[in-house]
């Protein structure tokens, strides 16, 4: 029973991963709890900061396609044990507004309750991504 439980997560994720890929926001939407908290570490890009809710997944969805282009070189690994799947994986891509590119290395954890995920919180080059943030300098006068 419990190994079935933890097979069922895992396609749930996958499921997410995919509708996330093909833009699909109602599939999306479908497999995350309406209190789903997403973490996305870090400041001075983005995407960071604590997500809750669809509206607010929504909202990071539309800034995702806007400000960043992405990449996923290979496709990530899933390891899942009960209610938990780890997404391992790495994108390469630009900060628009910028123009830099970034190599990110990067695991979600992620929670899946009842057949919805429930909590992602990501574990990022936040470096990486906070410098292909920054904007040049102005010169001095």
């Keep these: 029973m419990k190994d079935e439980v933890t097979q069922e997560n895992l396609r749930i994720v996958k499921d997410f991963f995919a509708a996330i890929g ?16 997403w973490i996305i570490p870090g400041k001075d890009w983005p995407l960071a900061g604590t997500h809750r809710g669809h509206a607010e997944l929504v909202v990071l969805l539309q800034k995702a396609s806007e400000e960043v282009e992405t990449t996923y070189p290979k496709p990530p690994e899933f390891v899942a044990q ?5 997404v391992i ?15 990110d290395d990067w695991v979600f954890d992620i929670t899946v309750r009842n057949g919805k995920l429930t ?3 990501e574990y990022i080059d936040t ?6 943030s920054e904007m040049a300098a102005s010169p001095k006068p």
């Excluded at 009960?82 to 780890?86: A, E, L, M, T």
């Excluded at 470096?127 to 292909?132: D, F, K, Y």
Aim: proline letters at 2%.
């Design 22 to 37: 093909g833009g699909d926001k109602q599939a999306l939407l479908a497999l995350v709890a309406e209190d789903i908290e």
């Design 89 to 103: 994986g790495v994108a390469t891509g630009k900060i628009k507004a910028t123009n830099k590119p970034f190599k």
């Design 127 to 132: 470096q990486a991504l906070a410098r292909a």
């Design 119 to 121: 909590n992602i919180r």
């Design 82 to 86: 009960g209610d938990r799947v780890f």
